[in-house]
């Protein structure tokens, strides 16, 4: 019964899991309550906070190297409800069986370190982890249901979240950078964005006063129009459609 109301809720979470994390802004707020600079140094606040960006970009690069090996149809964006066209089983999917989750959870962590809270960060982290076992849980129900022995023996060897170099298997498919661009261009602006929003916040808190770093102002306009021609192409073009769904289209019309 534990299990089917952890799958329960997993799917709910699921669904919602874009939107459900904003719920927690109350508590970044609080957290930064007390912000200051290390050492009483602007100079040091920047280093850290290119220090906290560059880690929320390796989960981004974490999941990039993902996406880029997998299969149309599959470790998508989608929210309503579970898919899988087939299951992965080789490059990161041999490593650890949720790597875009391991990719999330080091974002999260690039966040944390930004704020410079231990207890901020350890609510969040513990959140993370009881939030993400439960959406786990409906994931692998979903694919046990549809994959049967092919993913009870591929999960008996892989491990869940902390990647095991030992199981590696290449990667069956070319990387795919029309698969990566068309997929995390939200989380690369969602990113830069919030990282824009904490200096600013962070800024206010020390200064009492509304400043906004230039080395953000670039970084925050780089990241806008990056995600902008992304978007553009991702609709009004096909320039970011996968090869193998554009064959698809194109034999389905002839």
């Known amino acids: 019964m534990l299990t089917e109301e952890m799958t329960k809720q997993g799917s709910f979470l699921f669904r919602w899991r874009s939107y459900l994390p904003l719920l927690g802004f109350p508590l970044v707020l609080l957290a930064m309550k007390g912000f200051r600079y290390p050492y009483g140094s602007h100079f040091y606040d920047t280093l850290w906070d290119l220090f906290s ?13 993902t996406i880029g090996f997998v299969a149309p149809g599959t470790s998508g964006r989608n929210t309503k409800c579970q898919k ?3 299951l992965n089983t080789t490059g990161a999917y041999s490593l650890v069986r949720h790597p875009l989750y391991l990719g999330n959870l080091v974002i999260v962590v690039g966040g944390t370190l930004f704020v410079r809270n231990f207890w901020f960060s350890l609510v969040v982290v513990l959140g993370f982890v009881l939030y993400y076992e439960r959406i786990i849980s409906a994931e692998e129900s ?14 008996r060897r892989t491990p869940l979240i902390v990647p095991s170099l030992r199981s590696y298997k290449p990667p ?3 990387f ?3 698969m990566v661009l068309r997929g995390e261009q939200s989380g690369f602006f969602s990113i830069v964005a919030t990282f824009t929003f904490l200096e600013i916040l962070g800024d206010y808190i020390v200064q009492d006063v509304l400043v906004i770093d230039p080395l ?8 806008l129009v990056t995600y902008l021609m992304l978007m553009f192409l991702k609709k009004k073009t096909k320039v970011l459609t996968p090869r193998c769904e554009v064959a698809c289209e194109r034999h389905q019309t002839t």
């Open 142 to 155: 979903f694919l046990l249901e549809k994959f049967g022995s092919e993913f009870a023996e591929w999960a």
């Open 176 to 178: 795919s950078w029309r």
């Open 216 to 223: 953000w102002i670039v970084i925050f306009a780089v990241g």
């Open 53 to 65: 960006l560059g880690v929320a970009f390796l989960g981004l690069a974490i999941r990039a190297l």
């Open 172 to 174: 069956d498919r070319r």
């Open 84 to 86: 899988a066209s087939r």
